[in-house]
């Protein structure tokens, strides 16, 4: 499971639209979907800033929020570029309560990292 795939769930069991969180001032609407569907990283800020929104507005208990915090940081480096990152975050993971949910993508590839844009690197002779 992706970070964007595990947002769009939460955002779906809460019932709420894509549209209800752009009005909050996290992102934009079109930034959700675009966050939803992997084309863009959610930031920890963004993140933190969602936990206590729904603390604050009572979809969520502290406890709740802050463990559900807690598996969407670790999904966000489990997604990233850096294979020692994705490691520590794969260990991270293990520990949580959610880590049956978090790993069960374990096949090779399952957290591949997006190309990066530009040119390729050039070979030097």
């Known amino acids: 499971m992706t ?18 969180l752009g009005a909050q001032g996290f ?17 920890e800020k ?16 502290a406890g709740a929020a802050s463990a559900m915090r807690e598996e969407l940081l670790t999904l966000k480096y489990l997604g990233s570029r850096s294979k020692f990152v994705q490691e520590m975050a794969k260990a991270h993971a293990k520990k949580l ?7 069960a993508a374990e096949e090779p590839g399952a957290y591949k990292a997006k ?5 390729p690197p050039t070979k030097k002779s």
């Open 115 to 119: 190309p990066r844009r530009g040119r």
């Open 46 to 61: 963004l993140i933190d800033k969602l936990a206590r929104w729904l603390v604050e507005d009572k979809y969520m208990r």
């Open 97 to 103: 309560p959610a880590a049956t949910t978090l790993l």
């Open 3 to 20: 970070l964007g795939e595990r947002l769009k769930t939460l955002r779906r069991e809460l019932g709420l639209s894509q549209e209800a």
């Open 27 to 43: 992102v934009s609407a079109p930034g959700w979907i675009k966050i939803e569907n992997g084309q863009r990283q959610a930031s």
